[in-house]
């Protein structure tokens, strides 16, 4: 599977983006997805995930009420919805996805198979 990241770019605090993540390949129907980030000096850390049923979606403290994931299995596209963004939201975000990936592990980076390229984002003040 290979996944394409986009929709990074500047925006002001408050506003919104929406990330998009296109895999190809193979289909991502049965694969537990995710978004992580990583802030400069610092480990990737996970921002969102969706289970591989996709009924059930997570998030971290710090986004939720904010971001929003969100697969579509037809377009074979995971996208992460990020309103109200604030400056501390800014670096550099990627997609995850393995079909393996069990509920306690959703959030660990250590769990996925597959990753996207990363796209930046930026939130001005």
């Known amino acids: 599977v290979q996944l394409q990241a986009s929709g990074g770019g500047l925006v002001q605090a408050g506003g919104s983006l929406r990330l998009s993540c296109v895999a190809s390949g193979r289909t991502i129907s049965t694969y537990a997805m995710g978004w992580f980030r990583q802030f400069p000096g610092k480990e990737r850390e996970a921002v969102a995930a969706i289970a591989r049923s996709g009924g059930s979606s997570y998030y971290a403290d710090s986004v939720k009420g904010r971001f929003t994931i969100s697969k579509d299995n037809a377009k074979n596209t995971v996208y992460l919805q990020m309103n109200s963004v604030k400056p501390e939201d800014t670096a550099v975000y990627y997609c995850?996805?393995?079909?393996?990936?069990?509920?306690?592990?959703?959030?660990?980076?250590?769990?996925?198979?597959?990753w996207g390229q990363g796209t930046l984002v930026t939130v001005s003040s």
């Open positions: 995850a996805g393995g079909q393996r990936v069990i509920q306690s592990a959703l959030f660990s980076n250590r769990a996925y198979d597959y």
